[in-house]
C-alpha cells in the first residue's frame, strides 16, 4: 500500500527567502503525485502534480516540485516567500494501476512566512 | 464554472441523532470522494465513487457510516447515532474519472460536524 510522510510539521521562512517543503513517498509501482494547499478557513486548492516527463514541475502561485525517483522523494519550493503563502500544505501520492483509496495524503506541514 | 458546493457549511448535533452532509459535485467529474479532517490534521479517506462501479467503502470508520451517490452526480454521507469523536471537518471531492489516478481533486468547503 501507498504512503506518504512530511517530514516536517512546521516551516518557517522569511519573507523573500527560498522555501522547501518536503515529502517523501512509498508505492509499489510508479506514482502520481500532487500537492494541495489548505489556506486558513478555505478548502483545499490543488498546486501541481507529477504524472511523467520532466522531474521539475511548475505549478500555481510560483511554486514548483521536483519528482526525485531515487529518493522517492517530491519537495515541494519556491524561490521566494510570500507571507500569503502561509497555509498548510498537503502531499499526496496514487499508485498508478491501483484502485479503490486513490489517494493517500500526507499529515500535512504548516508553513509559516514571516514579514 | 462551479465548483464543488457542500452543505450544510456548520452542523451542531446531539450524540447519539443521525446527520446527513450533502455534497454536489462539479458537472461532469465522475469520481467522488469523501474524506474526515480533524481540526489542523491530514486527511482520512472514507469513501469513493467511480461512476457506475461499486464504491470503495474501505475508509469508513464504523457501521454507523454510509453513503450514497444518486444518479452518480449529488452525494449524501450520513452517520447514524452520532458519536462526540466524530465531530471533524467533512470534506468532499471530485474529479474527472476513471481508474488513471491522472487528475486532480477539486475540494468543496466542507461540513464542520460538531456533536455535544
Known amino acids: 500500500a501507498q504512503s506518504v510522510a512530511q517530514p516536517e510539521d512546521q516551516v518557517n521562512v522569511a519573507e523573500g527567502n527560498p522555501l522547501t517543503v518536503k515529502c517523501t513517498y512509498s508505492?509499489?509501482?510508479?506514482?502520481?503525485l500532487f500537492w494541495y494547499v489548505q489556506y486558513p478557513n478555505r478548502g483545499l486548492q490543488f498546486l501541481l502534480k507529477?504524472?511523467?516527463?520532466?522531474?521539475l514541475v511548475k505549478g500555481s502561485y510560483g511554486f514548483e516540485a521536483e519528482f526525485n525517483k531515487s529518493q522517492t522523494s517530491f519537495h515541494l519550493k519556491k524561490p521566494s516567500a510570500l507571507v500569503s503563502d502561509s497555509a498548510l500544505y498537503f502531499c499526496a501520492v496514487r499508485d498508478i494501476g491501483g484502485y479503490g483509496q486513490n489517494f493517500v495524503f500526507g499529515p500535512g506541514t504548516r508553513l509559516s512566512v514571516l514579514p | 464554472g462551479a465548483g464543488v458546493s457542500q452543505s450544510p457549511s456548520n452542523k451542531v448535533t446531539e450524540k447519539g441523532k443521525d446527520v446527513e452532509l450533502r455534497c454536489d459535485p462539479i458537472s461532469g467529474h465522475t469520481a467522488l470522494y469523501w474524506y474526515r479532517q480533524s481540526l489542523g490534521q491530514g486527511l482520512e479517506f472514507l469513501i469513493y465513487?467511480?461512476?457506475?462501479?461499486?464504491?470503495?467503502k474501505s475508509g469508513l470508520p464504523s457501521d454507523r457510516f454510509s453513503a450514497e451517490r444518486t444518479g452518480g452526480s449529488v452525494s449524501t454521507l450520513t452517520i447514524q447515532r452520532t458519536q462526540q469523536e466524530d465531530s471533524a471537518v467533512y470534506l468532499c471531492?471530485?474529479?474527472?474519472?476513471?481508474?488513471?489516478?491522472?487528475?486532480?481533486?477539486?475540494f468543496g468547503p466542507g461540513t464542520r460536524l460538531t456533536v455535544t
Open positions: 507529477y504524472i511523467t516527463g520532466d522531474n
Open positions: 508505492v509499489s509501482g510508479n506514482p502520481y
Open positions: 471531492a471530485s474529479s474527472l474519472g476513471g481508474t488513471s489516478g491522472l487528475y486532480e481533486q477539486y
Open positions: 465513487f467511480q461512476g457506475n462501479s461499486a464504491p470503495d
